[in-house]
């Protein structure tokens, strides 16, 4: 045999690790059941989930208008991006309420979730059940009951009130993110930074605000969708010169849905998995740096 010194420790790399016989058991049963009710529910959960989706994209490649497929051809392209202003400008008012009442929401839902997690006062039990009742109530009532108000104070509409309806209506669904952010938080370090000097001020935006960011900005995600998405409320409250693109798209409807918005759903996709993917991998860095 060779004298080599790497042979030990070549041998020991490819020798295998031993499994338990739990494990053995449960991949041999793995392995002999290639087909199951589960599995089948899932590829078909998966199919109903994704083939609009991918409908969509071939069609915003379809030479016509029609049902079927014509051809190969960029035209709706070209008209997205040439010949589609009104489209834009109610694409810019759906990001620009989108992320102006998000970010609101999602200050206001933070703060609401660490006073209403930590403090004990009267009332709070009231206050949590208010909390929840947009999230229960259709939004129908939500929105005649927002058009209601702002009529009664004589708020004209517009961006601005849109803006409103949709910051209250998120408010909830960052508020219970946080939230549940907040009831696995271990309150040691709290303790250990009061220790070592730390006011409660540099412990708010040192400690916890780092600690539960992963939960405050899954709730900024979660409203940012909700109000893309939103057309009930919206069309309540909204007014002159205040379009968004599901109320422009609702209005396309009596003439006939272009293939253009196929196109603008394509990029809207992309830019989807795009965000999603590049956030995935920012909140895993920040919980490999704690």
């Excluded at 039990?125 to 109530?137: A, E, K, N, S």
């Excluded at 250990?192 to 405050?216: C, H, N, Q, W």
Aim: proline letters at 4%; glycine letters at 6%.
């Amino acid at each position: 045999m060779s004298n080599n010194p790497f042979n030990g420790l070549i041998a020991r790399i490819n020798k295998k690790k031993p499994s338990s016989e739990p494990a053995r058991h449960a991949k041999r049963a793995y392995q002999k059941k290639h087909f199951s009710l589960s599995f089948m529910v899932l590829v078909l959960t998966l199919f109903f989930l994704f083939i609009p989706l991918f409908v969509i994209i071939a069609y915003s490649f379809n030479e016509g208008k029609s049902s079927s497929f014509t051809g190969f051809s960029l035209m709706w392209y070209k008209k997205l991006f040439f010949e589609s202003d009104a489209l834009w400008t109610s694409l810019f008012n759906s990001f620009f309420i989108a992320l102006s009442s998000a970010a609101v929401s999602t200050v206001l839902g933070t703060i609401a979730a660490i006073g209403i997690n930590w403090y004990k006062f009267k009332g709070k039990g009231y206050i949590q059940t208010i909390t929840f009742l947009p999230l229960v109530l259709p939004e129908v009532i939500v929105g005649m009951s927002m058009l209601i108000f702002f009529s009664g104070i004589k708020l004209p509409l517009g961006l601005f009130s849109i803006f409103a309806a949709h910051t209250t209506f998120c408010l909830p669904f960052v508020f219970l993110m946080v939230l549940a952010r907040l009831d696995e938080f271990d309150y040691s370090i709290i303790e250990a930074s009061y220790d070592l000097g730390a006011t409660e001020r540099e412990t708010m935006f040192k400690v916890i605000i780092p600690a539960i960011f992963p939960g405050i900005m899954a709730g900024f995600m979660m409203a940012v969708t909700m109000s893309l998405e939103d057309f009930v409320i919206t069309f309540f409250v909204s007014g002159p010169g205040s379009t968004t693109l599901p109320l422009y798209v609702y209005s396309m409807i009596r003439f006939g849905v272009s293939p253009v918005i196929n196109a603008l759903s394509f990029i809207i996709i992309l830019a989807t998995i795009l965000i999603a993917f590049t956030l995935r991998k920012f909140l895993k860095n920040i919980a490999a740096a704690k």
